[in-house]
């Protein structure tokens, strides 16, 4: 028998055509869960793997110490637990501590210029004056292409005098360059080179999105390439400026492969001159690998405060923005009214 009810003229009951519209939408509600927990398995399973039990791990570690028996000679080795002493003896290194303020120099000195050449090189490439853009494109973002060992290889042996013509040329002209005796600038020069072409392109992106209308409205109302891009073009593109400045900031807490390569070469860049340095150090060169995970926990939660202040920030001045047109306009509608 069917499972509707017959009512005259050969149609159902309005209580059967009820149930099975409830019946359809509860089946249509739970469908889409099949397939967005397919696609999303594959990231799951990676993210855990490759990030959440990494981190587990080294907070694991950063508990523990090893213990020694037997004076170097034979002997056993013990994991003891030590709770926060890994992270005291970390906080307590002035090694550590002076790795972060020399990462905090070198954020000082990279991000703003390194922001600044990008951002004006893409408004540069989005003008209408601008000529061959794919050959500049391409040839800007060439040297994100090298690994950053080899271009900190490169960069070295062109610091290194006797060596580097560019350095051999300048003494010749009178100009004394010691590039190792103060090695700051010449780590930021190496970044900047890698990156500024990679966050060019970024930048071009977001303008090439922006409407046209937009910008021929601000021409018809007078506005020279100066003011467009700094009044409509830059605010237009805020967003993709605070993801590239955010990101940048994470990078520079990560500083490591640079200075380790000037490292063999350069007397100020010590074995501990960043902390990802120091915790390098500590686990492959001390074997202390309770120091190195706490330590590395410790750099970890430094990035995630520093990315949550910089987020926040640029969010209540974005906020602070877009609030006073909106008050100024509320104010006009008010007096219009009066």
Same mark, same amino acid.
């Given at each position: 028998m069917s499972g509707t009810t017959p009512v005259p003229g050969g149609g159902t009951s309005a209580a059967a055509r009820g149930g099975s519209a409830a019946a359809a939408g509860a089946r249509r509600r739970r469908a889409p869960f099949g397939a967005p927990a397919v696609l999303l398995a594959p990231f799951l399973v990676l993210f855990t793997a490759c990030t959440l039990i990494p981190i587990?791990?080294?907070?694991?570690?950063?508990?523990?110490?090893?213990?020694?028996?037997?004076?170097?000679?034979?002997?056993?080795t013990t994991q003891v637990f030590t709770g926060i002493g890994?992270?005291?003896?970390?906080?307590?290194?002035?090694?550590?501590?002076?790795?972060?303020?020399?990462?905090?120099?070198?954020c000082l000195l990279y991000i703003p210029l390194m922001l600044g050449l990008s951002l004006a090189v893409a408004l540069l490439l989005d003008s209408a004056l601008a000529r061959a853009k794919r050959f500049f494109q391409l040839a800007l973002f060439l040297p994100h292409a090298v690994?950053?060992?080899?271009? !900190?290889?490169?960069?070295?042996?062109?610091? *290194? =005098?006797?060596?580097?013509?560019?350095?051999? /040329?300048?003494?010749?002209?009178?100009?004394?360059?010691?590039?190792?005796?103060?090695?700051?600038?010449?780590?930021?020069?190496?970044?900047v080179w890698e990156w500024t072409g990679y966050n060019m392109v970024i930048f071009y992106a977001a303008l090439q999105a922006i409407p046209r209308e937009v910008l021929e409205a601000a021409v018809v109302d007078g506005a020279g390439p100066l003011r467009t891009a700094?009044?409509?073009?830059?605010?237009?593109?805020?967003?993709s400026v605070v993801m590239v400045g955010l990101f940048t900031v994470i990078?520079?807490?990560?500083?490591?492969?640079?200075?380790?390569?000037?490292?063999?070469? !350069?007397?100020?860049?010590?074995?501990?001159? *960043? =902390?990802?340095?120091?915790?390098?150090?500590? /686990?492959?060169?001390?074997?202390?690998?309770?120091?190195?995970?706490?330590?590395?926990v410790l750099l970890a939660l430094a990035a995630a405060a520093l990315s949550v202040v910089v987020t926040?920030?640029?969010?209540?001045?974005?906020?602070?923005?877009?609030?006073?047109?909106?008050?100024?306009?509320?104010?006009?509608?008010?007096?219009?009214?009066?």
């Open positions: 587990g791990y080294a907070v694991y570690l950063s508990l523990f110490s090893e213990r020694r028996s037997g004076l170097g000679f034979g002997g056993t890994n992270y005291t003896r970390a906080l307590g290194d002035a090694a550590f501590r002076d790795g972060f303020w020399n990462t905090a120099q070198y690994p950053g060992i080899i271009a !900190a290889l490169v960069w070295t042996y062109l610091y *290194t =005098p006797g060596i580097s013509p560019v350095v051999d /040329a300048l003494n010749s002209a009178g100009a004394q360059v010691d590039v190792f005796g103060h090695p700051l600038p010449a780590i930021v020069n190496i970044a700094f009044s409509v073009k830059i605010p237009l593109i805020r967003a990078g520079s807490l990560q500083l490591f492969t640079e200075p380790m390569i000037l490292h063999d070469v !350069a007397p100020g860049v010590v074995s501990t001159w *960043t =902390p990802n340095m120091y915790s390098y150090a500590a /686990a492959f060169e001390r074997n202390d690998y309770g120091l190195a995970a706490a330590s590395s926040r920030f640029t969010r209540d001045r974005g906020e602070k923005r877009t609030s006073k047109p909106a008050r100024q306009r509320a104010e006009k509608r008010t007096e219009t009214a009066r």
